[in-house]
Nanobody, 124 residues
Framework: QVQLVESGGGSVQSGGSLRLSCVAS????????MAWFRQALGKEREAVAA?????TTYYADSVKDRFTISRDNAGAGLQMNSLTPEDTAIYYC????????????????????WGQGTQVTVSS
């Protein structure tokens, strides 16, 4: 069974850092396009960051220069620095069976596999 499992969420004060990890049960899930999305309470799921192919990366404007996506051995990581309360959300890892390009990376429906999510809470 194909799985993506996130970890690393938690509670942190504003200005702090967290690192999320996503481990894939099948290494082939990591070779085309992997992304992090988040969903805050009462809001739609939004794209945070993605990598595709040989590490072309994409970032939402709201996290650029604060978050860094990485390709880990068995999945993807997300280093989050300078966190603010607006970053509070459930963070999801996603995998696409094809490479990402243009704004495809930011569309949830383009992804084939999803993790269960990990909560990130940032207090002021």
């Amino acid at each position: 069974q194909v799985q993506l499992v996130e970890s690393g969420g938690g509670s942190v004060q504003s200005g702090g850092s967290l690192r999320l990890s996503c481990v894939a049960s099948d290494i082939t899930l990591t070779t085309h396009c992997m992304a992090w999305f988040r969903q805050a309470l009462g809001k739609e799921r939004e794209a945070v960051a993605a990598y595709t192919g040989s590490m072309t990366t994409y970032y939402a404007d709201s996290v650029k220069d604060r978050f860094t996506i990485s390709r880990d051995n068995a999945g993807a990581g997300l280093q989050m620095n300078s966190l603010t309360p607006e970053d509070t959300a459930i963070y999801y890892c996603a995998s696409r069976r094809e490479f990402c390009f243009g704004d495809v990376w930011a569309r949830p429906l383009e992804y084939n596999y999803w993790g269960q999510g990990t909560q990130v809470t940032v207090s002021s």
